[in-house]
């Protein structure tokens, strides 16, 4: 079973993440920041990732830390669960509509993070929810995940389809990246020998 847990405990979150990589999306996630849990359902369900996040935060602050924190903490849980890699697909991309907006990701589980964000989300808030926040939690996520990734707005003009849209695109491509290659299940999908 590819599957992780991870606690992450500061002086601002209390976060825990439990995901098995093979599983058929089942979702319960309570961060406390409502969007935020949605989009986090989107990211399991369409990523096929079973996944339950449990987050506590400084909301009296504002929702940056739980947000981020609980970024790192998945980036974290996707480590732990890939293991050495062996026998995954590696690339994954998707071009994903969402009725005004449509979102293009492309990923490599390469241990190298860097993210292109080349989305521009036309109001300040969904909601409540600081939409800057939607860049920190991928930022996150690519950082302590080691996945190149990249999110490229083609179009929209509302602000939740385009978060969600973007949400949903990563799952996709997360989706295939994490995937057994059935022609090469015993190799790690890398000249180097390594990911």
């Known amino acids: 079973m590819r599957t992780a847990k991870v606690t992450r405990k500061t002086a601002e979150t209390d976060i825990s993440v439990e995901i098995n990589l093979d599983g058929t999306g089942v979702y319960d996630n309570q961060t406390g920041v409502g969007f935020f849990d949605h989009m986090l359902d989107q990211l399991a369900r369409h990523s096929l990732i079973d996944m339950t996040i449990r987050a506590k935060g400084d909301y009296h602050i504002d929702d940056h830390h739980t947000v981020e924190d609980t970024g790192i903490a998945l980036g974290q849980a996707l480590v732990q669960a890939l293991g050495d890699k062996k026998g995954i697909r590696r690339y994954g991309e998707c071009h994903l509509p969402m009725d005004d907006a449509q979102v293009r990701c492309a990923l490599d589980l390469s241990a190298r ?18 939409t800057e926040l939607v860049r920190e939690f991928f930022q996150a996520l690519s950082t302590h995940g080691g996945i190149t990734l990249h999110i490229d707005q083609l179009h929209g003009f509302n602000s939740h389809h385009i978060a969600e849209a973007a949400f949903k695109a990563v799952a996709r491509a997360l989706r295939l990246a994490v995937e057994t290659d059935p022609r090469k299940a015993d190799a790690i999908p890398s000249t180097k020998g390594a990911l």
């Open 113 to 130: 993070p860097f993210l292109i964000w080349n989305v521009e989300l036309p109001t300040q808030k969904i909601g409540a929810f600081d």
